[in-house]
């Protein structure tokens, strides 16, 4: 049976920008290529359709975003060569066993990280000679879902800069909430610029799609420390 198309979704918009990646033949290439062009797009405040009393809406819509929904449409794009292949693996990004139900949904992002190794569309980035911590976490965050235990590494906020020589253009970094509550509280993906590194990513605080100097948000925010998770 012919699944439903996602609300919010041009297929139009999709071939095109599809047809422009064809030179880039590397995850790492085609997700640079990717985040630049959405730079500039609006914030987007729950723009995902469904909770634990209303039913799932699958939504694919490349107008506006914030943090999560960013990563997964690059990502999903970055894999595709076809808009229905975009569509098949923004559905699986998203949700766990590629199932769209709120349930399922990969709500926090240690799950987000664990369900997208599993299928095999990134992999983490284990640190070289640096300093992990690991942190145990009851998530309760979100009514309608039952806590769930959370137990995953992550570099220190002191030792990130050792870190950062190991990353790479087209990394996607999640930064470890200080609450004890939560796992992750912003998302980005990297770019390298020689010694430098930048971050794009969907803003609330600015309004849209931005690129900034890690240094500048990692000196602006509290953090528990960075997971980096590398596409495949």
Same mark, same amino acid.
């Given at each position: 049976?012919?699944?439903?198309?996602?609300r919010?979704?041009?297929?139009r918009?999709?071939?095109? $920008?599809?047809?422009?990646?064809?030179? !880039?033949?590397?995850?790492?290439?085609?997700i640079e290529f990717?985040?630049?062009?959405? $730079?500039?797009?609006?914030y987007?405040?729950?723009?995902?359709?469904?909770?634990?009393?209303?039913?799932?809406?699958?939504?694919?819509?490349?107008?506006?975003?914030?943090c999560?929904? !960013? +990563?997964?449409? +690059?990502?999903?794009?970055?894999?595709?060569?076809?808009?229905?292949?975009?569509?098949? &693996?923004?559905?699986?990004i998203?949700?766990?066993?590629?199932?769209?139900? &709120?349930?399922?949904?990969?709500? !926090? *992002?240690?799950? &987000?990280?664990?369900?997208?190794?599993?299928?095999?569309?990134?992999?983490?980035v284990?640190?070289?000679?640096?300093?992990?911590?690991?942190?145990?976490?009851? $998530?309760?965050?979100?009514p309608?879902?039952?806590?769930?235990?959370?137990?995953?590494?992550?570099?220190?906020?002191?030792q990130?800069?050792?870190?950062?020589?190991?990353?790479?253009?087209?990394?996607?970094?999640?930064?470890?909430?200080?609450?004890?509550?939560?796992?992750?509280?912003?998302?980005? +993906?990297?770019?390298?610029?020689?010694?430098?590194?930048? *971050?794009?990513? @969907?803003?609330?605080?600015?309004?849209?799609?931005?690129?900034?100097?890690?240094d500048?948000? *990692?000196? @602006?925010n509290? *953090?528990?420390? +960075?997971?980096?998770?590398?596409?495949?």
């Amino acid at each position: 049976m012919k699944r439903a198309q996602p609300r919010g979704l041009s297929r139009r918009g999709v071939e095109e $920008l599809l047809s422009k990646t064809k030179p !880039y033949r590397t995850a790492g290439n085609r997700i640079e290529f990717l985040s630049r062009f959405f $730079l500039g797009r609006p914030y987007t405040i729950n723009p995902l359709i469904g909770s634990f009393e209303n039913p799932e809406v699958f939504t694919a819509t490349l107008e506006g975003f914030d943090c999560v929904t !960013y +990563i997964e449409t +690059i990502l999903a794009l970055s894999r595709a060569k076809r808009v229905d292949e975009f569509i098949e &693996w923004l559905r699986k990004i998203r949700y766990e066993g590629g199932r769209v139900e &709120w349930e399922r949904r990969n709500h !926090y *992002m240690t799950e &987000w990280i664990r369900n997208n190794t599993r299928i095999g569309a990134v992999r983490r980035v284990s640190p070289r000679n640096t300093e992990t911590v690991v942190k145990s976490r009851i $998530l309760n965050g979100l009514p309608g879902l039952p806590p769930v235990k959370a137990r995953f590494a992550s570099v220190p906020k002191p030792q990130v800069r050792k870190f950062m020589q190991q990353l790479q253009t087209g990394d996607l970094i999640f930064f470890a909430s200080t609450r004890k509550h939560h796992d992750v509280f912003h998302c980005g +993906i990297l770019v390298r610029d020689a010694d430098r590194l930048l *971050m794009r990513h @969907a803003s609330r605080s600015k309004g849209g799609v931005v690129e900034q100097d890690l240094d500048e948000f *990692m000196k @602006a925010n509290r *953090m528990a420390g +960075i997971i980096v998770a590398r596409p495949q």
